[in-house]
């Protein structure tokens, strides 16, 4: 598939699906209340982590196991990534149901419990095997229809039933995505496959450890970045972050895709073209990350209140963008670089230093600054990752030299 398709496929359908949530998050903010919303996002911030964990790194370094694949290894391969996750995903809807009850505004547990579990699921995509295969209209079919579906049902019924029906829509959403996980998965291989094999599963799982550990500690200050501001800050001032939040998901969800959809075609025909590949996925990362904070700078204050009703102020627009840039050339230094180059400790290692630096910043800023601390926290993770992954690549480019 050519660089253009690519771009096309695996970039637009994602950012449709980074869309779907805006027909109905403007419709819980406007007829559901704050306590809602707020219960809603914290749901949707302890789902994304744990999401992440059951992924197990297979969005970071997945496209490029399959398309490095020979193809009749790939349908198997496919399988042991399934069942390595199946055996992470209960513990996760557990405790994510868990925290996020205990973390929802008073009255509010339910739905925030129900839409952890919803986004929680959400980490048996296929889409990493989809990419690395460069066939991305399964996603259309199997992920991207069935939960705007759901999302459009359960926004009717919020506004026809107020607070009261706020639990229709993760409920809907949950089989969504449970039917569109389990029937593309019948597509590849005969469901009674992911039911066995689990110490085939379990290896499979300890060699994902480092690409796995790698989203989760960047989970820490992206995906929990509501939870923590929630803890630190006033419903009020979390509810504002909230709706700066949705919008850096938007973009988060975006820069993943264009960083997907290049990641196969960078190591493509043997590495041939690698070098000049790289430097290409540089220029489009920088190009798209420029675009994001320019966009938060100059209209996220009006953007967020026209469809929230709860404005972000400037500063916290910009400091949003900044975070936006920094994640989009990191994904290209992090996923097009150094996991290229077979180093995925490094990219380990640049999150942890992101999240030792972001998590405290955070939670000490919001309790002092509200929303404008918890965005300043999380520009400041996401520079810090940045910073420490250009200087790990010089060093290996001088030391090859």
């Given at each position: 598939m050519s660089?253009?398709?690519?771009?096309?496929s695996f970039s637009t359908i994602p950012a449709f699906s980074a869309l779907i949530p805006f027909l109905v998050l403007p419709v819980l903010a406007r007829a559901a209340g704050v306590d809602a919303w707020v219960a809603i996002a914290v749901g949707q911030s302890v789902g994304g982590f744990l999401a992440l964990a059951v992924a197990l790194g297979l969005n970071v370094q997945g496209p490029t196991l399959v398309a490095l694949a020979p193809a009749d290894e790939r349908a198997e391969l496919f399988a042991r990534g399934t069942r390595a996750r199946l055996l992470i995903l209960v513990p996760a809807l557990v405790v994510g149901a868990a925290a996020a009850w205990l973390l929802a505004p008073a009255g509010s547990g339910l739905d925030a419990a129900l839409m952890a579990v919803a986004i929680t699921l959400g980490g048996l995509t296929s889409s990493w095997y989809l990419i690395g295969l460069g066939t991305p209209l399964p996603l259309i079919g199997f992920e991207l229809l069935p939960r705007a579906v759901a999302t459009g049902l359960g926004g009717v019924a919020v506004v026809l039933g107020g607070s009261a029906f706020v639990w229709t829509y993760p409920v809907l959403l949950i089989i969504a995505i449970l039917g569109g996980v389990f029937g593309y998965a019948r597509r590849v291989v005969p469901l009674r496959a992911l039911l066995s094999g689990w110490t085939d599963a379990v290896r499979f799982?300890?060699?994902?450890?480092?690409?796995?550990?790698?989203?989760?500690?960047?989970?820490?200050?992206?995906?929990?970045?509501?939870?923590?501001?929630?803890?630190?800050?006033?419903?009020?001032?979390?509810?504002?972050?909230?709706?700066?939040?949705?919008?850096?998901?938007?973009g988060q969800t975006v820069i993943g895709a264009q960083g997907n959809a290049?990641?196969?075609?960078?190591?493509?025909?043997?590495?041939?073209?690698?070098?000049?590949?790289?430097?290409?996925?540089?220029?489009?990362?920088?190009?798209l990350g420029l675009a994001g904070m320019a966009a938060f700078a100059l209209i996220g204050p009006w953007l967020t209140t026209a469809l929230f009703g709860v404005g972000i102020d400037r500063m916290t627009a910009v400091l949003f963008?900044?975070?936006?840039?920094?994640?989009s050339m990191s994904t290209a230094t992090g996923r097009h670089v150094l996991i290229a180059w077979g180093l995925p400790k490094r990219v380990f290692a640049s999150v942890v230093v992101?999240?030792?630096?972001?998590?405290?910043?955070?939670?000490?800023l919001a309790s002092q600054l509200g929303a404008v601390g918890g965005a300043l926290g999380l520009a400041a993770a996401e520079a810090s990752v940045l910073l420490v992954q250009i200087v790990l690549i010089l060093a290996r480019m001088r030391v090859r030299r």
């Open positions: 660089l253009t398709r690519r771009l096309l799982g300890r060699r994902q450890l480092s690409a796995a550990g790698t989203e989760i500690v960047s989970g820490a200050y992206t995906a929990l970045a509501v939870s923590i501001v929630t803890f630190g800050a006033s419903t009020a001032q979390a509810g504002v972050y909230v709706s700066g939040d949705k919008l850096w998901r938007m290049l990641q196969g075609w960078v190591v493509e025909e043997e590495r041939a073209h690698f070098g000049a590949r790289v430097r290409r996925a540089l220029v489009l990362h920088g190009a963008g900044a975070a936006t840039f920094c994640l992101g999240a030792v630096v972001g998590v405290p910043t955070s939670l000490l």
